[in-house]
């Protein structure tokens, strides 16, 4: 199942259909569970909306006949003709793809230096800071110490980045999930674990 809620199944060439069926039969208790704990939902903008920690969201009335969108200085201004709401599909991907720019901005703002200051606070190393847009996770640390981040961090509180932030540096010692990658963790946010539970209903 993907996240929009859509059931995709994968069956071996020339096996009945009616396998699939019988398998969605007896797991739909299953499938509703998941969909209530793994789907996101997707976000309407609106005017006014905070984006990330310094843009905002802001709706002006415009003359021509199609919307427009641009960024001026940390404000998403859209232009709307009056007969074209914000929650039109069209208009809300337009936004979206601003946003994606707007938090790019941010991100290459804020995260590099809070990486270094968190490390050199703690005594980590690492080589280098990538950016990127992945949709299934905040963070990653490679075996030659390149910490990549998401973009997307800065939609969510300063405490949460510093979660993520930590989690990656404490990758470059302790590449697994073992005890001693959490105690590492734990030296340094001792409630990680309330932290942790709260990124785990967030989704980037």
Known sequence: ????????????????????????????????DWQKKHVV????????????HSHSIKV???????????????????????TIRIENPPVQKLISTHIAKALQKEARAYLPRRLRYLADQHGFHYVSTRFGTQ????????????????????????????YVLVHELCHTRQMNHSPQFWAEVAAILPDYKL?????????P
């Not at 939902?41 to 990330?52: A, E, L, V």
């Not at 030659?144 to 510093?162: C, Q, W, Y």
């Open 41 to 52: 939902k997707t976000k309407t903008f609106h005017d006014g909306d905070q984006i990330g």
């Open 60 to 82: 002006v009335q415009s003359a021509a006949n199609h919307p427009d969108v641009k960024i001026k200085g940390l404000v998403i201004v859209v232009s709307l003709p009056t």
């Open 135 to 162: 949709k299934g996770r905040w963070g990653s640390c490679s075996s030659r110490g390149t910490i990549s981040l998401n973009v997307a961090l800065m939609g969510l509180p300063l405490e949460l980045i510093d």
């Open 1 to 32: 199942m993907n996240e929009k809620g859509e059931l995709i199944i994968t069956l071996p060439p020339r096996t009945p259909v009616y396998f699939a069926q019988r398998l969605v039969d007896s797991s739909r208790d299953n499938i509703r």
């Open 195 to 203: 932290l942790r539970k709260r990124i785990k209903t967030e989704h």
